[in-house]
């Protein structure tokens, strides 16, 4: 697998999305970069922070399309948490000392892409009907849907471990 492109049909027009699609793809190609690295230290701190935040955006994304009322919202998390039990797995075999960087990085890539043009493609609709409805898409910009959007799904997260921080720093 060579580098990620951002392509326009990876795009699903609701911007905060759209954003933190592009950042794991970064996050993936920063993989990409150190995979062969023989600095195990290295590409364990990039291991762990393209699955830290892919699985913050997973929270984030299962907490919009559950508020949106998506009518497969449920079917989506159980696809996101059969993913992340398979990067978890290569994540163990990576400590126990096995050379699973190429491998992971070609599983993200292959996985990420088709699923955010399949999977993800399918709550557009309900999602940006949601957002007209609550009149958060006025102008559909990062910055209203941090200041207000994103302030209740944060209201919502009780508990969960920081991943409101992690992709807002908020
Ligand atoms: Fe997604
Ligand atoms: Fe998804």
């Known amino acids: 697998m060579a580098y990620l492109h951002w392509v326009?049909?990876?795009?699903?027009g609701i911007a905060e999305i759209d954003t933190q699609h592009k950042r794991i793809l970064d996050y993936i190609n920063k993989l990409h970069d150190l995979r062969s690295s023989p600095d195990r230290a290295a590409l364990g701190d990039v291991i762990g922070e393209t699955v830290d935040y892919t699985l913050s955006h997973f929270a984030f994304e299962e907490s919009v399309i559950e508020s949106a009322g998506y009518m497969f919202a449920g079917p989506h998390k159980k696809v996101h948490e059969l993913f992340t039990r398979?990067?978890?797995?290569?994540?163990?075999?990576f400590d126990a000392g096995e050379d699973i960087a190429t491998e992971l990085h070609g599983?993200?890539?292959?996985?990420?892409?088709?699923?955010?043009?399949?999977e993800d493609h399918g709550y557009i609709d309900s999602v940006k009907a949601y957002l007209r409805m609550t009149g958060k898409q006025r102008d559909a910009d990062k910055a209203e849907l941090k200041a207000e959007l994103l302030q209740e799904l944060a209201a919502k997260q009780n508990g969960k471990k920081?991943?409101?921080?992690?992709?807002?720093g908020g």
């Open 8 to 12: 326009p049909e990876l795009d699903t």
């Open 162 to 168: 920081g991943w409101f921080a992690r992709l807002f």
């Open 86 to 93: 398979k990067v978890a797995e290569m994540q163990s075999r």
């Open 107 to 118: 599983m993200l890539s292959r996985w990420l892409f088709n699923h955010i043009r399949n």
